[in-house]
Each structure stands twice: as structure tokens, then as C-alpha cells.
């Protein structure tokens, strides 16, 4: 029975989830992205989102292959330390792509971020059983239903004036580290195509050149790095061109891109920055158009999977906890799964 109590509430909730909703644009009228997309379309999901039967629909229909979140990262699987690890979430994910006739991308194996605490302690050759065991079991466990994993994520400062510094570029050095960490894998999966994951390569010139850089000594040294990951989290101020420049020199190596982890933030650090909402959505859509145009137009053997990190604003890494500003929209869907301009941008830079 719904009683009165109840309605009132929902309709509050509504009411407050839609706060902003008056200075948002219209929704716009979509084809499916993964029948716009020229390549497969993929989201971001974290395990609880599965639950979520808006979330599930909409996912159905716009999407053709998933990137776990966070789950099959190794501060989850190593929660409990290296002697249990943990899988459930990450086979969740795994089986409703299966069940789902979605691909599943693999994220991510080695992150400079992660894994300190569970290394903590070991050197010598109990670090390298550890880290080749943990690559052997994790890549290992989804081969034949991961296409693809973004073997080591983000190496190069932030700067781009050179590599990170880290746990495993202290024992292996820092090429070393990623040298070892694809030959692992490529072991472990002898199909998926191995993808050196980055961000900011189209914002900051000197990483985008480190980027080139590192890929080049890479394959030189016979590194089986058979994929090239874009993470194009944008924001609104990247210069005109630079994204289509950067995709062009990136394309140079032949190899297949992912556009990996789409979203395109509103927000600045300007400290004054007195635009509108629909200023900065002009200016978002421009540069989202300008990522898919120049994916499109990439040679089809190159074109591996076009990501966004996540569907709906609400779900966005930006959109959660104390730094949910309530009205930022970096992704292609509203709240309730309305497509954004953002959609709109994404299907007319396909060009479907
Ligand atoms: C972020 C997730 O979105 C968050 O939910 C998580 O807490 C931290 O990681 N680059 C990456 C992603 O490669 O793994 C990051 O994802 C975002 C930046």
C-alpha cells in the first residue's frame, strides 16, 4: 500500500534531485550511442548499479561493453591482503556483460596509486611472486571474456616532465615496471589487446609529448603494448584542436585507441568564472563533438572502444560525497537517464 507519507516523500525526493533541473536545457531526442558509436560504446559501472533497475535499462540500451569502475582494481581485489583475493564484485560485472551481449574492458592491473599497503613488507623475489602472480591471477581469471585491460594506468606526472615515482618503479625502475607488467599479462591473456592507459595528454602539451615519448621506448624495446588508452577526462577549457592534434599523433603508431574514461567536467578552478550553465554546456559539446569526430575518423582497425566514465550525471566520480557541487553535468545523461547535450554531441562527432 502507498499511503500519503510515502508520496509525499517521493515527491519531495524528486523535487530535490531536480533542484537545478529549471536551468537545465531541454532533453534532446538521441539514437542509441552504441548504434551511433562506430566502434563499441562503453560505461564505467560499479557493482551496486546493477541493482538499479533505471540504471540497467538505460544501459541496455545505450551500451555495448563495460569498464568495472573500481572494482577490479587492486584496492579492492586486495582488501583482505594478497592471500584472498577478492573477485566477487568484479565477476558480477563480468557476468551481466555476459548475460547482456556486452564486452567487458578490463581496469586496471598496475595503477602507481594502488597496492602499496598490500605490497608493504615485501622485497626480493617475494615482491616479484606477488607481482607477477597478482597479474597472472587477475588477468588470468577473465581471459577469453575481457578484450582488453589497461595493463599499467597513468605512469607519466602529472607535469609530463617525466615518469612517477612509485612502489613498483622503485623495485623494477621506471620503465621496468610497465616492461614487466605487460609481459605478464600478454602471458596471462595471450588475445586481449594490452593498453597503456592515460589522462591529459590533449590538455597538457608536455605530457602528451612524454606520452609519445613512452610509447615509442616501449615498443622499441619489444614491449607487448598493443593498445593506446585516452582517458579524455576533459574540461571545458581544452584548446580548440588540441584533442583532434593529440588523437592524430597518438593514431601515428597504428595501434588501437580506447577513448577510455569520457567525461567532460563543468566546473573550473578559476577563481572568478562567472559563466552561465549554458556557456560552459556550449563549451563542453564542442570539445566532446570534437573527441568523437576525430575517433570516427580513425581507420576502423583502430578504433578499439569509445568509453564514458559513467551514464548519468548522478553517477559521475565527480557527482559523489562532500565535492558533489549538485550540479555539475559531466556525462552524456541526466539524473533520471534524459540524454544531455552531451549525448547530442556524442552522436553529431560520430556522425551517425
Ligand atoms: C576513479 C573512480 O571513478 C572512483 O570511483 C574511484 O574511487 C577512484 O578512481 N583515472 C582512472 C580511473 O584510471 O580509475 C579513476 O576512477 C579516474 C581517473
Redesign the pocket.
Known amino acids: 500500500m502507498i499511503d500519503r507519507r510515502t508520496v509525499l516523500a517521493s515527491t519531495f525526493a524528486l523535487a530535490a534531485c531536480d533542484r537545478f533541473a529549471s536551468a537545465e536545457p531541454a532533453p534532446v531526442a538521441i539514437p542509441p550511442l552504441k548504434s551511433a558509436c562506430p566502434a563499441p560504446f562503453g560505461a ?1 559501472v ?1 557493482a551496486y548499479l546493477l541493482d538499479d533497475p533505471d540504471w540497467v535499462a538505460l544501459a541496455r540500451t545505450q551500451v555495448s561493453q563495460l569498464t568495472p ?2 572494482e577490479m ?1 587492486m584496492e579492492y581485489v586486495l582488501a583482505d591482503g594478497l592471500k584472498r583475493p577478492n573477485f566477487d564484485r568484479s565477476d558480477r560485472i563480468a557476468a551481466f556483460a555476459a548475460a547482456n551481449g556486452m564486452a567487458l574492458h578490463g ?2 592491473l598496475i595503477w602507481y596509486a594502488q597496492g602499496e599497503q598490500a605490497f608493504a613488507g615485501l622485497s626480493g623475489a617475494a615482491f616479484d611472486r606477488a607481482f607477477d602472480g597478482y597479474i597472472a591471477s587477475v588477468a588470468g581469471r577473465y581471459r577469453g571474456r575481457a578484450r582488453g585491460w589497461d595493463v599499467v ?2 605512469p607519466i606526472l602529472d607535469d609530463g616532465s617525466g615518469l612517477r615515482d612509485c612502489h613498483w618503479s622503485a623495485r623494477y625502475g621506471h620503465d621496468g615496471y610497465i616492461l614487466r607488467a605487460f609481459e605478464k599479462a600478454r602471458e596471462a591473456d595471450p588475445e586481449a589487446v594490452l593498453f597503456l ?1 592515460e ?1 591529459n595528454q590533449e590538455s597538457i602539451p608536455a605530457k602528451g609529448a612524454q606520452f609519445l615519448r613512452l610509447v615509442e621506448r616501449l615498443l622499441k624495446a619489444g614491449c607487448p603494448l598493443t593498445g593506446l588508452g585516452l ?1 579524455s ?1 576533459l574540461w571545458i577549457d581544452v584548446e580548440e584542436g588540441a584533442i583532434a592534434r593529440l588523437m592524430g599523433e597518438v593514431a601515428g603508431f597504428g595501434l588501437p585507441l580506447h577513448v577510455s ?1 569520457l567525461d567532460c567536467t563543468l566546473r573550473t578552478d578559476k577563481r572568478l568564472d562567472l559563466r552561465s550553465q549554458s556557456e560552459r554546456i556550449a563549451r563542453q559539446t564542442a570539445r566532446v563533438t570534437e573527441l568523437a569526430a576525430a575517433f570516427a575518423a580513425l581507420p576502423e582497425a583502430q578504433r578499439y572502444a569509445f568509453t564514458v ?1 559513467g551514464l548519468r550525471d548522478t553517477d559521475s ?1 565527480y557527482r ?1 560525497g562532500e565535492k558533489d557541487d549538485g550540479k555539475d553535468k559531466p556525462l552524456p545523461f541526466d539524473s533520471f537517464g534524459r540524454p544531455n547535450p552531451m549525448a547530442a554531441a556524442l552522436v553529431q562527432g560520430f556522425g551517425a
Do not use: I, T
Request: no cysteine; aromatic share 24%.
Open positions: 564505467a560499479k569502475e573500481w582494481k581496469h586496471a594506468n597513468e592507459n589522462y582517458q577526462h574514461e566514465w566520480w559523489q
